[in-house]
């Protein structure tokens, strides 16, 4: 990693560190994926992956077919989410009813 000194606006920074602080990160952490998501190009097989992270958290798709979609198993899945702080849903009765049905 490069070390790098930008200058932000008073209020900038604060809602910057207020932000980290409530997310448990870094103000560095901050930029950088900002940085990453404004200005890194994505490949396809990326943007697939976010989408489908987005899309289990609205709770769209399951934890099995989001680990479908990002190629690793549903144990690996769960980890790759608490890796990124990203909280695990739940299903409740008729979500699991519904899912008994479908298989």
């Keep these: 990693m490069k070390r790098t000194n930008i200058m ?5 920074h604060k809602k910057l560190k207020d932000y980290a602080r409530r997310e448990g990160r870094t103000l560095g952490e901050l930029v950088r994926e900002a940085i990453d998501s404004s200005y890194k190009r994505k490949d396809p097989l990326e943007e697939r992956r976010r ?3 987005s899309a289990y958290q609205e709770g769209f798709i399951s934890l099995g077919k989001l680990a479908e979609v990002l190629g690793l198993d549903p144990l690996s899945a769960r980890n790759y989410l608490r890796e990124r702080r990203i909280l695990l849903r739940t299903q409740d009765v008729e979500e699991l009813a519904g899912d008994a049905k479908n298989a």
Excluded at 8 to 12: K, T
């Design 51 to 53: 989408v489908a992270l």
């Design 8 to 12: 932000l606006g008073d209020d900038q």
